[in-house]
């Protein structure tokens, strides 16, 4: 059975690289993949694991700039440390004063930074897959706005008791099902549903800004960071409600990753191959929408990190699949380079994150629009 496994790698000219041993490892991997297999000790049936060498390598550099970035994080601010002093208070050592600013200023405030940037960069790129479109991101949508009001309605007092995390998510479920609503007929493909999203997240923009104009200035300030998006002040359930969800979440994207590979093609197709295109689209849609509510629900709207995010993640990654892990690093990466950003370029004052990734996003998005469309979502 060896043999023939390659032989048949010979006659379709794949390395022949692989070797059996047992018959757990008769299958060869295809070029640029690593084939990984192995016996349960107890005889049952083989495992077996297959790994795209560049999104393997894309995902650890990723991961690398990620913790070269949240270094850079806790040693600059607006009371610079050195490497050694911030090494030293990470383990409790050290000036205690150091010790404060990294373990209780900063590093909390650097795991939302991780946490959010990667449920938007999940997000967005499970959004862009299922609509084949590199526009369409849980912000660019509404998914943002909606959520947005919401919380500001929550904090404004407009007769209702949930606490503006909870309601962000009801904005951003509210939302969505507007969106594809009033897409119904078009799919999740298109400019149809594009346009949808634009208009749904126009609305909800209108909104937020006629319950800001109708309340008090004290009151419209401190619904302020929920407009603009801000890490400045993380409600503390919010960051533990997506410290549990976004494992959930990334889970299940990377679960749906077969199914979105098969989505890239026509509904068709994806129905010929097996695939049961309306569930799973479904399925798909109900995690970007809950890692987009959890993560508005602790930063506000940040949208613009779903869309740089997964550019950043399939411009390193292999084009044969659907980067979700690298989409969620280069998402955490964005959103701690653009917080430090706002901390240190007008120290002691600070920009917030949503205006800083908003001044970045928008040359960038201008640069998608003209630059020629991607082979994988076109």
């Known amino acids: 059975m060896c043999r023939d496994a390659s032989a048949h790698n010979q006659a379709r000219q794949w390395p022949d690289t692989e070797r059996c041993e047992g018959g757990a490892t008769d299958v060869v991997a295809p070029p640029g993949h690593w084939h990984l297999a192995w016996q349960a000790a107890d005889g049952s049936a083989p495992y077996s694991l297959l790994i795209d060498r560049r999104a393997f390598v894309a995902a650890l ?8 970035a949240s270094f ?9 440390l050195p490497p050694q002093a911030v090494l030293a208070a990470l383990v409790g050592l050290g000036d205690m004063m150091a010790v404060f600013l990294v373990q209780e200023l900063r590093l909390p405030r650097l795991a939302a930074a991780c946490l959010t940037g990667a449920a938007f960069g999940v997000a967005g790129c499970l959004m862009q897959t299922l609509a084949r479109n590199r526009l369409a991101t849980p912000g660019i949508i509404g998914i943002d706005n909606g959520a947005t009001a919401f919380a500001v309605a929550s904090v404004i007092g407009l ?15 509210t939302a969505a099902a507007l969106t594809f609503g009033l897409a119904a007929g078009g799919g999740t493909q298109g400019y149809r549903f594009i346009v ?3 208009g749904v997240g126009a609305v909800f923009g209108a909104i937020t800004q006629l319950l800001m104009a109708k309340v008090h200035i ?5 619904a302020y960071p929920w407009t603009v998006g801000s890490l400045n002040a993380r409600p503390a359930g919010a960051v533990t409600l997506l410290a549990v969800g976004l494992p959930l979440g990334l889970g299940a994207a990377l679960w749906l990753t077969r199914a979105l590979s098969l989505m890239r093609f026509s509904d068709a197709v994806a129905s010929a191959l ?8 479904w399925q798909v849609l109900a995690v970007s929408v809950l890692l987009t509510g959890l993560a508005v629900a602790v930063a506000g709207p940040v949208g613009l990190i779903g869309l740089i995010g997964p550019e950043i993640a399939r411009s390193f990654s292999s084009p044969r699949g659907v980067p979700v892990v690298a989409s969620a690093l280069a998402g955490a990466l964005v959103m701690v380079l653009a917080d430090l950003a706002g901390r240190v370029l007008l120290s002691p004052l600070e920009i917030p ?12 998005l201008l640069w998608i629009l003209l630059r020629p469309a991607s082979r994988n979502l076109a």
């Open 196 to 198: 949808a999203g634009i």
């Open 72 to 80: 850079g994080y806790l040693a600059m601010g607006s009371s610079p």
């Open 218 to 222: 004290d009151t419209a300030n401190a």
């Open 61 to 68: 550099i990723l991961l690398l700039a990620l913790l070269m």
């Open 274 to 281: 097996g695939l049961r295109v309306s569930q799973r689209r």
């Open 353 to 364: 994150v949503g205006i800083v990734t908003a001044v970045v996003g928008g040359p960038w």
């Open 159 to 173: 007769g209702v008791s949930l606490a503006p995390p909870a309601m962000a998510l009801v904005g951003a479920t």
